[in-house]
């Protein structure tokens, strides 16, 4: 056991691993360092967790079983699961955050005294408060990331899925759940408890389900926050400085993050908050588009137009992750360069099914960092450029984002890749993106469309250089 003054300053120590871990993950040459700070800083507070209480009971045979089978468990799911499903991974585990303050919960409701919260029915004013907060918190990030979970996996559909009279109910659900935290706090009835945690667990649901998959890196920030203030609440409720930090740092990261990101999508931020800002008539892309003209070609095309470029801006996207491309990317973009052919890196804030998602990508690839640029500092660039080769990005280089009010991504800032004098577009086919509206880009007079796999296609158009 030791003692508490020495576990506040060893709490104290993991707090400031855990910002160091935060200024770390900024950028993407120090994410591997901030990643071991935060690693680092975890194993701190966990280990001064188990042995600050001082009874080392044979119940604790089965705590150090249960740690062991969940960080082998977590490492061997980490080291096999591919880039394209990381944020699956992320939501996935955003989930079991919530569900933990859920149980962390419900185990001091009905036992208050082994956390020395009172007796059942007694239970302190201030540690209900910050348990029931901590509990709805947690049961919404749960159910909200089981479906954001769903969505992205491809088993629930990624449009929106809306109804009449949605707001107003959310709207309802939501002062629902203040008024049972208030009855709650008042008569600590068990009903009560039980309730407000169904409720809890229906509003994560129907907050995300008209979330559309183009805003998805927007929702797995937003529940990022959701689980680290889930934490913070039932930090509060254990009086675990750890956890209250942690949490801390998480929600509020998090909820900058969801503010960024709206504001690169010209969204309100409120409305993220609320669900359902992605939330429209699902605009459906009928037969006719596949009759509309479109310029296709070969890596033969695509390479001799960029071996007579003096300048190429990349632009990657989902696509490029599916196929596991940014290997192949490179190794052209070295092509072109040894042609002194000017190469830079087009990201826009949501490309990918996360945030960042492009960046890390790029980054396992070695693609230096200062030719990596994001949408407002290259977006002017694109008409002053020979080529943009376009590898799987579709919705945030669809022009209809500017001229189409009725268009689930109108007001989303888009990059300006058809201002290029040639526009190279590497897709499968004329399918919709992950908003499922037609790209109006493919039809462009000088955009050549590529059909192929990103992989593949990219290889070959550098064999042809």
């Known amino acids: 056991m030791i003692s508490a003054n020495l576990s506040a300053i060893f709490y104290l120590v993991s707090g400031v691993l855990f910002i160091l871990a935060l200024r770390g993950l900024s950028s993407p040459e120090t994410s591997r360092q901030g990643n071991l700070f935060g690693i680092l800083g975890m194993v701190i507070a966990i280990t001064v967790t188990f042995l600050s209480t001082g009874n080392f009971s044979s119940g604790f045979i089965f705590v150090l079983i249960f740690i062991l089978a969940g960080g082998t468990i977590g490492g061997f799911i980490a080291y096999r ?66 479906i954001a979970f769903l969505k992205l996996q491809g088993i629930m559909s990624g449009s929106p899925i809306t109804f009449k009279g949605q707001h107003p109910l959310n709207a309802l659900i939501l002062i629902t759940i203040v008024v049972l935290i208030y009855l709650l706090c008042s008569t600590q009835s068990p009903n009560i408890f039980w309730i407000l945690l169904l409720v809890s667990f229906l509003i994560g649901f129907l907050l995300i389900i008209p979330i559309g998959g183009a805003d998805m890196p927007v929702v797995i920030s937003m529940l990022n926050s959701y689980s680290g203030w889930a934490a913070a609440g039932i930090g509060f409720t254990l009086e675990n400085t750890a956890l209250i930090i942690t949490g801390a740092l998480v929600g509020s990261s998090g909820a900058i993050l969801s503010y960024i990101m709206c504001k690169g999508m010209n969204r309100s931020f409120f409305n993220v908050i609320l669900g359902g800002f992605g939330a429209t008539e699902e605009i459906k892309s009928g037969s006719n588009k596949e009759q509309r003209p479109v310029k296709s070609g070969n890596a033969d095309d695509a390479a001799f137009l960029m071996k007579n470029a003096s300048s190429v801006i990349i632009v990657p996207g989902y696509g490029m992750a599916v196929a596991q491309a940014q290997h192949a990317l490179r190794e052209m973009v070295d092509t072109l360069k040894k042609n002194d052919i000017k190469v830079s890196y087009a990201i826009h804030p949501v490309a990918g099914r996360m945030p960042g998602h492009m960046n890390v990508l790029l980054a396992e690839a070695n693609v230096p960092y200062d030719e990596v640029f994001e949408l407002e500092e290259i977006n ?80 070959d158009i550098t064999k042809n250089l």
């Open 380 to 459: 002017n660039d694109f008409a002053n450029a020979d080529v943009a080769f376009v590898i799987g990005a579709n919705d945030v280089t669809n022009p209809v984002a500017k001229s189409d009010p009725q268009s689930p991504i109108y007001g989303m800032p888009v990059l300006d890749v058809e201002k290029c004098k040639s526009v190279l577009f590497v897709k499968r086919s004329l399918s919709p993106g992950y908003a499922g509206i037609d790209n109006d880009l493919f039809y462009k007079e000088n955009t050549l469309m590529l059909f192929a796999d990103a992989k593949k296609m990219t290889e």
């Open 81 to 146: 699961i591919p880039m394209t499903a990381m944020p699956e991974l992320v939501a996935g585990f955003h989930s079991l955050v919530g569900l933990a303050a859920v149980f962390v919960a419900i185990s001091a409701f009905l036992n208050p005294e082994a956390f020395n919260l009172g007796s059942p029915g007694k239970i302190k004013l201030g540690s209900l408060i910050e348990m029931s907060i901590g509990a709805a918190v947690g049961a919404i990030t749960f159910s909200g990331s089981v």
